[in-house]
């Protein structure tokens, strides 16, 4: 029996010892430094009718394959696409971009630009076939308050690249506007605020801040905020609504509104054609 004792004794302190030992689980992964690599979120606003005919079914970047159609990039979206915060890495300086639309077994080389591309996060929009993408740097790490209680704020950044026809950018300047609702109880609105400065065709606001009043209690917090954009004279006074074409072909003030979720951070991108079709609309995507 004392034999029997000691064999157990040493089986069991085998044991232990051996769920006791670190065991390293290991990834393939490489370090990123956010300033000397070139990361970069693909935005694809060129004016052009949704549908899978127009998606981009294979992404290359300097001749390697970036994307294909398991994760096509549809018109008005970006990728990488499944979950915020994700961004393409590659070495800094001139890079090729090329897309390709189509069926997967007819596809069609639909862009083919070099541009330069420094370290950091960037934001690469396409917006016109024949010409290189705009650039904006993503202004990462993401604006954040602290509060003891839940939060009242969410943050956007509002893009212009707003075409009149076919190949003419907008010459107007864009003053991008939000209303949020006060009291959810009576529904009074707030007056409307400026969100950022003014911009031209190819610019950007940085992060602004918006007001979420949520209108569940016991929750994370989201609620709706209402848009619309003012003309800018040169004399920077406001010149009224900026009219678009709608989709029943009348020319009318654009407004819209979307929801807004405490904490989030959003990019807002006017695209599409003023007086033509495709119709104009502002596309969000979720930075964080």
């Known amino acids: 029996m004392k034999n029997i004792g000691k064999i157990l004794l040493i089986s069991i302190s085998a044991l232990l010892t051996l769920s006791c030992e670190k065991n390293v689980v290991?990834?393939?992964a490489t370090p990123i430094d956010d300033e000397t690599t070139a990361q970069f979120q693909l935005h694809y606003m060129v004016p052009i009718a949704t549908g899978t005919v127009n998606n981009i079914n294979r992404v290359e970047l300097n001749g390697q394959l970036l994307t294909n159609e398991t994760s096509p990039l549809?018109?008005?979206?970006f990728i990488p696409s499944g979950a915020v915060g994700k961004f393409f890495a590659t070495q800094p300086g001139r890079v090729n971009l090329k897309l390709y639309r189509g069926a997967v077994e007819n596809l069609t080389l639909a862009y083919d630009h070099d541009f330069e591309l420094p370290g950091g996060k960037y934001n690469v929009v396409v917006h016109d076939f024949e010409k290189a993408p705009a650039l904006f740097k993503n202004d990462a790490p993401y604006p954040t308050i602290t509060t003891e209680y839940t939060g009242t704020t969410a943050w956007v950044k509002f893009y212009n690249?707003?075409?009149?026809?076919p190949g003419v950018p907008t010459p107007l300047k864009l003053?991008?506007?939000?209303q949020y609702t006060k009291?959810?109880?009576?529904g009074e609105k707030s007056e409307w605020e400026n969100l950022g400065d003014p911009v031209a065709?190819?610019?950007a606001t940085g992060w602004h801040p918006v007001t979420v009043n949520k209108t569940v209690v016991i929750s994370a917090g989201s609620a709706r905020i209402d848009y619309r954009i003012r003309l800018i004279g040169p004399d920077g006074s406001d010149q009224g609504s900026l009219t678009v074409r709608n989709s029943a072909g009348n020319m009318v003030n654009y407004s819209d509104w979307w929801t807004a979720a405490i904490g989030r951070v959003y990019h807002h991108m006017l695209a599409g054609y003023r007086a033509a079709t495709p119709v104009s609309g502002v596309?969000?995507?979720?930075?964080?």
């Open 161 to 165: 690249f707003l075409y009149e026809t």
């Open 283 to 288: 596309r969000v995507a979720t930075a964080l």
């Open 201 to 203: 065709f190819g610019e």
């Open 175 to 178: 003053q991008y506007q939000f």
């Open 183 to 186: 009291d959810n109880t009576t």
């Open 26 to 28: 290991e990834y393939r």
């Open 74 to 77: 549809a018109a008005y979206n």
